[in-house]
């Protein structure tokens, strides 16, 4: 097994040091005894298990379905149970063997790669990606921007609307991911700007106690190690969960390795009541081996940007979530559900301008009141909620003075406390058994202060930015048949100034950046969905989006090693998306998911210059992602895949671009049983074709925009289940 320093080993000494360094502080500030503090936190609840066991609840939201595209399901990520055929919005739902077949379940980019309309670049083929969704967020650096992200009902994102990562998510865990597309900030304020992704791991099974181990291993130094055990003990369910990952990168000096504990307990209580219970800890590190220039990657684009390599550049995150999600009913029409949750985060990143530590506590939560009554022949369905959360982190930086070493010099320090405060109102009704309207209306408030603790009488950076909005979202829904639904909708979306945006002052070090003010947009949309014959299904949507005061990235002449954030400009967007199926037999099965992307500045500030009608960019006008698989016999399986990209724009002027590509890929599934034991054997290889291409690219005014995606890779795993 290799170690971070027989990492370092493969590219300078110097390199050892500093990871030797980032090794120390892991250990000290390590994930254990966190745990058990907070295993300890939620002892009291574990005594709920000893309970009699009440007469279970059906709730088609957890049902396993089978087969890989339907529509006969309940989503939640509109905060009400709706079924997904009703659901007046562009909604797509990844389970069953979509999720379960996953070469290495480490990346985003993997479970969500057949679902139109998303944009998953993976920086570094590891954890760190970059999500967008019509174009919302393409252009952040760090964190995902403008979509709410939701685990087991607990949102990663900030007050701001900001999810720093997503890391606390372990993909081998997950049963099902919907994703509704769109500006949804009436549903989730200034996260929801894009749309949602909501993500569910697995439950315990029936028995006492049950549990698998899987090992995987593959191209460029890639290995993970899963342990998980879950079952039922009298009213509880509980699914715990720890996994182990280490990479050594495609490119030099884009290592990363990441520990994931994840726990689940779900109490089902009296009358249909639930609570579930949730603790975790993640702790991840990679290397950043930043962009490279246009001459370097054809010099050899595995290498790293110089700067990579002199201040040793690094991310480091340590990570604490303990939270409780809950239903109760009221009266037999009536309901009360809620979500409390607190995270802690320890954050180190090395640049070349600085080394920047962060210490994050995160406490929120979300309180909703739903109510179902007739209305005469209708039915209405009412919910009004509140979301509250709050954020403080202090941060400090220091000179890097090379190789991730820092001087004594303080470049900042400061305390940034962040809240937000929203209401909302949710209303859906049911016309008929064919049509229903739903609308949402919410008020977000949105509250920064910054405490500057090297004021002095003569210079405080200290200051306070606050941001308000209130948001729509309206949407019609139509299904004459089981088999035929459509609906159409227009809603809004608000993205707030993040922690990222704000924290970066141009005029100097410290100090929140005075120069930026909140992205909008809105527009409408119209889909259908169905399917024919049980044989062929589709999901189609056509959306029109106009954003104002657009987010965009810039550096100055007198610290050409940062990068800062400005309203760029505004847009005009319009495009098509598409998930097709077809199983002509239980043994084939086609998907193909088709975006078509018409995205143009109006005009756009880029580098000094202001553009017209240039296209957004990394933003293809075509993407399209293919899978077919075919059984031989239930237990043996073989598939290909395919993915296409047309070209790509580098930034706002469109001066540079990246040509298109495409990716082939095939699989092999194999389930036997050794021992008694159930096996699973899975091998999969992408790029099978050793394509060159550009995995991402960042709008850097130096030119060093260009992150070379890797080669061949082939994977291989086994799992067991007991």
């Known amino acids: 097994m290799k170690t971070r320093k027989d990492k370092g080993q493969k590219e300078t000494s110097l390199q050892q040091s500093s990871s030797t360094a980032s090794d120390a502080s892991r250990r000290a500030a390590g994930i254990p005894t966190v745990m058990v503090a907070v295993l300890a936190a939620f002892a009291p609840l574990l005594a709920l298990a000893q309970q009699p066991t009440p007469t279970p609840t059906p709730n088609p939201y957890v049902q396993q379905l089978p087969g890989r595209v339907t529509t006969d399901v309940v989503v939640s990520a509109p905060r009400m149970d709706i079924p997904l055929k009703e659901n007046p919005a562009a909604t797509t739902v990844v389970q069953g063997e979509e999720l379960a077949t996953l070469p290495k379940t480490i990346g985003a980019e993997e479970a969500l790669r057949l679902v139109p309309g998303v944009k998953v670049d993976n920086q570094a083929d590891g954890e760190r990606v970059h999500m967008s969704i019509r174009g919302q967020g393409i252009l952040t650096e760090t964190g995902i921007r403008g979509i709410t992200v939701l685990l087991d009902g607990l949102p990663l994102n900030d007050p701001t609307g900001v999810a720093p990562d997503l890391f606390d998510v372990d993909w081998a865990t997950i049963k099902r991911v919907e994703v509704l597309r769109g500006p949804a900030s009436a549903l989730y304020g200034g996260g929801g700007s894009g749309g949602i992704v909501n993500i569910e791991t697995r439950d315990g099974g029936p028995g006492p106690v049950g549990g698998e181990v899987s090992a995987s291993a593959g191209s460029n130094g890639f290995w993970k190690t899963l342990a998980e055990v879950g079952g039922t003990d009298g009213n509880m369910n509980y699914h715990v969960s720890g996994s182990r990952m280490e990479l050594d990168g495609y490119r030099v000096h884009t290592a990363a390795d990441a520990t994931n504990i994840y726990g689940k307990f779900n109490f089902d209580l009296k009358g249909g009541d639930r609570l579930t219970a949730i603790i975790a800890g993640t702790e991840f590190f990679n290397q950043n081996a ?33 939270g409780l999600t809950g239903q109760f009913g009221l009266t037999t029409n009536s309901y009360l559900s809620f979500a409390a949750y607190t995270r802690f985060t320890q954050w180190t990143e090395s640049v070349p301008s600085s080394v920047d530590h962060r210490m994050y506590q995160s406490p929120g939560g979300n309180l909703q009141y739903g109510l179902k009554t007739p209305l005469g022949s209708m039915n209405n369905n009412l919910s009004i909620g509140t979301d509250l959360n709050y954020q403080t982190f202090n941060e400090y930086q220091r000179p890097n003075i090379g190789y991730g070493h820092q001087d004594t010099t303080v470049l900042s320090d400061q305390d940034i406390t962040q809240r937000g405060v929203a209401i909302y109102l949710l209303d859906r009704l049911e016309i008929s058994p064919e049509w229903s309207v739903m609308a949402g209306l919410r008020h977000d408030s949105i509250y920064n202060d910054l405490k500057d603790r090297l004021a002095t009488a003569d210079l405080d950076l200290s200051g306070n930015k606050s941001f308000a909005k209130t948001t729509a979202r309206i949407g019609l829904a139509w299904n004459p048949t089981p088999s035929f ?3 159409a909708s227009w809603a809004q979306g608000f993205v707030p100034p993040g922690t990222d945006e704000l924290s970066a002052n141009p005029d100097r070090f410290g100090g929140f950046n005075n120069h930026i003010v909140p992205a909008t947009s809105q527009g409408p949309e119209v889909g259908v969905r169905g399917a024919v014959s049980d044989t062929f299904t589709y999901d189609v949507a056509i959306f029109h989006l106009i954003t104002d005061n657009d987010f965009g990235r810039y550096r100055v002449d007198s610290r050409p090693l940062e ?36 995205f143009l500045y109006n005009h756009a500030l880029y580098d000094g210059i202001t553009y017209y009608n240039t296209w957004l960019p990394s933003s293809p006008e075509h993407q399209a992602a293919l899978d077919v698989e075919y059984r031989i016999t239930p237990n043996f ?10 070209r790509q724009y580098v930034d706002q002027s469109n001066t540079a671009s990246v040509g298109g590509y495409e990716l ?3 699989q092999i599934g194999y389930k036997t049983r050794i021992a008694g034991v159930p096996t699973d054997f899975l091998v999969s290889g992408r790029n099978l074709g050793g394509k060159h291409y550009i995995a991402f690219m960042e709008p850097d005014p130096d030119g060093n925009s260009y992150h070379p995606g890797p080669l061949q890779e082939i994977f291989g795993g086994v799992q067991l289940h007991f």
């Not at 005009?572 to 992307?597: I, M, N, Q």
């Not at 399986?637 to 047309?646: D, F, L, Q």
């Open 290 to 322: 930043e962009g490279l220039n246009a001459e370097q990657v054809y010099q050899d684009n595995r290498q790293p940007n110089p700067d990579a390599l002199t201040y040793n550049e690094y991310q480091l995150t340590h990570r604490t979530t303990v």
């Open 485 to 487: 639904g459509a609906y």
């Open 563 to 598: 990068t800062f954030y400005n309203n760029s400009g505004t847009s005009d967007r319009y495009g098509l998306e598409t998930l097709l199926g077809y199983f002509p037999t239980p043994k084939l099965s086609v998907e193909l998911a088709y975006t078509y992307s018409h």
């Open 637 to 646: 399986m073989v598939g290909v895949s395919a993915e296409m990209w047309t």
């Open 664 to 666: 082939y890929g095939a």
